[in-house]
């Protein structure tokens, strides 16, 4: 059974920062798009950042020049490097893997920033 199990998530003060894995069994990692999304309490779940198999990536407006995301393909892992964190940045956090048609999520990583 293919499966993402996410892992860094807590809690932080404003102004600090985490980092956020992503673990994935039972699939060629490396051709999968790999992605982090969030959702806060009465949110829509967003995007954060992601980043295809060769290394392109993309990022939110809200997070752009603070939050990095990485993949070690070897380590068939994906990361998301949280920086400079604000209290608008706590929600749960989810890792995607996504090959069209298919798209597999996490089980989500909870993040609270608060002082």
């Known amino acids: 059974q293919v499966q993402l199990v996410e892992s860094g998530g807590g809690l932080v003060q404003p102004g600090g920062s985490l980092r956020l894995a992503c673990a994935a069994s039972?699939?060629?990692?490396?051709?999968?798009?790999m992605g982090w999304y969030r959702q806060a309490p009465g949110n829509q779940r967003e995007l954060v950042a992601s980043?295809?198999?060769?290394?392109?990536?993309n990022y939110g407006d809200s997070v752009k020049g603070r939050f990095t995301i990485s993949r070690d393909n070897a380590k068939n892992t994906a990361y998301l490097q949280m920086n400079s964190l604000k209290p608008e940045d706590t929600a749960v956090y989810y890792c995607?893997?996504?090959?069209?048609?298919?798209?597999?999520w996490g089980q989500g990583t909870e993040v609270t920033v608060s002082s």
């Open positions: 980043i295809t198999g060769d290394g392109r990536t």
């Open positions: 039972r699939i060629l990692f490396s051709i999968w798009d």
């Open positions: 995607n893997a996504d090959l069209p048609p298919h798209r597999i």
